[in-house]
C-alpha cells in the first residue's frame, strides 16, 4: 500500500512538474479562431533594413471577401507597399520603385504573413502543447516552419518564431495591452540581417 | 408625388452641375502668368497651418493629420506633422531631412529622382516657375476666388506615382490654398492651408538639415 502511494505520487508529481508533449489539441480550430481575430487596424510603424529608415502608417484592413489588405503608407500620404492577403497566397497590388525588388517583397510578405496568419503556408498546422504553452507550427510555402506559440485555450499568440535548422531566424514578439483580437504593438527581429519592424497600435484621434 | 420627386432630382442636377462648373477655362493665360510671377517674386515667405487628408478610396479609409508649414524664399521647406504624429520634413535647396519619433534622416534630393521630383513640384509652386517643370504639364482654370492649376505627369516616373496634382491659389495674393496630390489607384491626399502669414521673418534654424 506504501509502495503503491509512493508510485502515484511520484506519478502525480511526474505527470504535474513535466509538460505533457504528443497532446494534439485541435490546431485547425484554433488557428481558425485566431485568424477570424484579426480585424481593421492602424500601427504607426517603423522598418530599419541595412542602413536605410522608413517609418509611416500600416493599414490592416478584412476585406468583403475575407482578405486582408496591408497598405504601408508614409507619413506625407505616399504608399511604399500595398499587398492583399488571401488563406493561402498574397498579391502586390502595389510596391514603389525603390522596393520593388524581388528579395524585399518576399521579405515583407513573408513578416507580414506571419503576423496576419495567412498568404505564405502550405499544408495543415500541426500541433504540440504542453500544460503552459500550444505550439501551432505551420509549413511555409517557400522554405521553413513558423511556430506560434499560444495557450492551450488558443489564446492570442505572443511569439511567432520562423525556425531555422536549429534556432528562430525571425521573432516577432506580440503585446497586448487588454484581451482584444489585435496586438498594441509588434516587434518583428530578423536574427541573421539587419532587418527589424516596429508596429505600435495607432489612433486617428490621438 | 412624382412631380415633386423630378424637381428635387432636377435641383440636385442643377447645383451640382453648378459645383463642377464653378471653375472655368481661363480667359488670359498670359496675364495670369504675369501677376502669378510678379506676385512669387514678391513672395518672401509663408507660414500657415495645414490639414492633410489622405483618402484611401478601396480602403474607404481617411487618415488626418495636422501641422504647420513654412516657406521661405530660396527654395527652403518646413513641413511639421504635430498631430495624431511627430514627423519633421525639410526641404533646403538640395538637401533633405526627415525625422520622425526614433531617427533623422538626411539626403540629396539630386541622389534620389523622386525626392528630386517632390522637391521640385513643391519650390515651382512657391515661386511662381511651375510652368516650366518638365515633368507635367499643365492647365489653369478659375472661378470668382480661386484658381486651379492642374499638372497632369508627362514622364513615367511621375507617371507612375500620380495621375495628376491639383494646385489651389487665392487670386488675391497668389499663394496656393489647397494641393490635391491624386494617385495612379484614385487615392489621394489633400492638403488644405489656413491661417497663411506672409511675409513674416522667419528664423533660418527652421530650415536646417542638419
Redesign the interface.
Known amino acids: 500500500m506504501k509502495n503503491f502511494s509512493v508510485r502515484s505520487s511520484l506519478l502525480l508529481i511526474v505527470l504535474f512538474s513535466q509538460p505533457i508533449f504528443a497532446k494534439t489539441l485541435e490546431p485547425d480550430e484554433c488557428l481558425k479562431n485566431l485568424r477570424s481575430g484579426i480585424e481593421s487596424i492602424?500601427y504607426?510603424t517603423?522598418i530599419?533594413v541595412l542602413q536605410k529608415?522608413l517609418?509611416g502608417?500600416l493599414?490592416f484592413?478584412r476585406m468583403d471577401d475575407s482578405s486582408i489588405?496591408a497598405?504601408f503608407?508614409n507619413?506625407?500620404?505616399?504608399?511604399f507597399f500595398?499587398i492583399t492577403f488571401y488563406n493561402d497566397s498574397y498579391h502586390y497590388?502595389?510596391v514603389m520603385?525603390?522596393l520593388d525588388k524581388k528579395s524585399v517583397k518576399k521579405t515583407v510578405a513573408k513578416d507580414l504573413g506571419m503576423i496576419l496568419m495567412r498568404g505564405i503556408y502550405k499544408g495543415r498546422p500541426s500541433c504540440i502543447t504542453s500544460l503552459e504553452h500550444s505550439y501551432i507550427t505551420l509549413r511555409l510555402q517557400s522554405k521553413g516552419t513558423v511556430r506560434y506559440t499560444t495557450t492551450p485555450d488558443c489564446a492570442p499568440v505572443e511569439l511567432i518564431e520562423n525556425m531555422g535548422r536549429k534556432k528562430a531566424v525571425i521573432s516577432v514578439r506580440q503585446f497586448y495591452t487588454a484581451k482584444v483580437s489585435m496586438p498594441d504593438s509588434i516587434f518583428v527581429q530578423h536574427h541573421t540581417v539587419h532587418f527589424t519592424i516596429?508596429l505600435k497600435q495607432?489612433?486617428?484621434?490621438? | 408625388m412624382r412631380s415633386i420627386l423630378l424637381i428635387l432630382l432636377l435641383i440636385a442636377v442643377t447645383i451640382a452641375n453648378a459645383q463642377q462648373g464653378s471653375f472655368t477655362a481661363l480667359k488670359d493665360m498670359a496675364i495670369f502668368k504675369q501677376k502669378f510671377t510678379a506676385a512669387s517674386l514678391q513672395l518672401q515667405s509663408v507660414e500657415s497651418d495645414f490639414v492633410q487628408v489622405k483618402n484611401l478610396s478601396l480602403l474607404k479609409e481617411k487618415i488626418t493629420s495636422h501641422g504647420k508649414f513654412f516657406y521661405k524664399k530660396g527654395n527652403k521647406v518646413r513641413i511639421e506633422y504635430v498631430k495624431p504624429f511627430s514627423y519633421l520634413m525639410v526641404l533646403n535647396n538640395d538637401a533633405m531631412m526627415v525625422m520622425d519619433e526614433h531617427k533623422k534622416s538626411t539626403f540629396n534630393t539630386r541622389s534620389n529622382k523622386i525626392m528630386q521630383s517632390i522637391n521640385s513640384i513643391m519650390m515651382d509652386c512657391m515661386s511662381g516657375n511651375v510652368y516650366n517643370n518638365k515633368e507635367f504639364s499643365t492647365n489653369v482654370m478659375e472661378n470668382t476666388k480661386e484658381y486651379m492649376l492642374t499638372l497632369t505627369p508627362s514622364t513615367s516616373m511621375m507617371k507612375k506615382m500620380f495621375s495628376m496634382i491639383e494646385v489651389y491659389l487665392s487670386k488675391t495674393d497668389y499663394t496656393v490654398l489647397r494641393l490635391n496630390m491624386i494617385e495612379k489607384e484614385g487615392d489621394n491626399s489633400l492638403m488644405t492651408f489656413s491661417n497663411r502669414i506672409l511675409n513674416k521673418a522667419i528664423d533660418e534654424k527652421l530650415f536646417s538639415t542638419k
Not at chain 1, 507619413?75 to 504608399?79: F, I
Not at chain 1, 495607432?202 to 490621438?206: G, S, T, V
Open positions: 492602424k504607426r517603423s530599419d529608415h517609418s502608417l493599414i484592413k489588405r497598405v503608407m507619413e506625407v500620404g505616399a504608399t500595398d497590388n502595389y520603385k525603390s516596429s495607432f489612433n486617428a484621434e490621438e
